[in-house]
T-cell receptor
């Protein structure tokens, strides 16, 4: 079974803090994705990566950056957290040749 | 832009009845569709998928129907159980594009009544 884990289930940060969200997958997937999920808006893609050190912007990259130094690990960074970044953050992974994405449990981030 | 949407944001069904959750999509280039289930406080879980060269696919208690003519997708759950209560998302992807990105609908909340 694919396992995608995220470093924290719940996180509370203050405005202006730097926030790191980490995602690890154990199935040797090439693709990894970061989404945020907000009521009524569904899942929106922030960034994705199809290989180590490769990254591409999704639909809403502003205010975020990512890092993929190892194949199994994909980090989302909020350089200076703002209250409008309060959300549920979901990581997913998939094989390079397949469409099915497997999700982690999510990190619920509250920025005060 | 392209969008994937759902007809109803909420659906309530009696335990034991069949559930039908609908989804409309607008991208005629979409060739792969997937349904996810998301329980409260958890990440989305894969349920079933279908390619555009099929119009029906069955899994355990679930069936996905694809009508390409009207760009409509539905998920049918047979003999709905309390454990089926969750938000259900459809997602689609076109036949090309980097990393096979998915476009997600906003979800339907299914509530199973005792």
């Amino acid at each position: 079974d694919v396992k995608v884990t995220q470093s924290s289930r719940y996180l509370v940060k203050r405005t202006g803090e730097k926030v790191f969200l980490e995602c690890v997958q154990d199935m040797d997937h090439e693709n990894m994705f970061w989404y945020r999920q907000d009521p009524g808006l569904g899942l929106r893609l922030i960034y994705f990566s199809y290989d180590v050190k490769m990254k591409e912007k999704g639909d809403i990259p502003e205010g975020y950056s990512v890092s993929r130094e190892k194949k199994e690990r994909f980090s989302l960074i909020l350089e200076s957290a703002s209250t409008n970044q309060t959300s549920m953050y979901l990581c997913a992974s998939s094989l390079i040749s397949e469409e099915t994405q497997y999700f982690g449990p999510g990190t619920r981030l509250l920025v005060l | 832009g392209e969008s994937v949407g759902l007809h109803l944001p909420t659906l309530s069904v009696q335990e034991g009845d069949n559930s039908i959750i609908n989804c409309a999509y607008s991208n005629s280039a979409s060739d792969y569709f997937i349904w996810y289930k998301q329980e409260s406080g958890k990440g989305p879980q894969f349920i079933i998928d279908i390619r555009s060269n099929m119009d029906k696919r069955q899994g355990q208690r679930v069936t996905v129907l694809l009508n390409k003519t009207v760009k409509h997708l539905s998920l049918q759950i047979a003999a709905t159980q309390p454990g089926d209560s969750a938000v259900y998302f459809c997602a689609e992807t076109p036949s090309s594009g980097s990393a096979r990105q998915l476009t997600f609908g906003s979800g339907t909340q299914l509530t199973v009544l005792p």
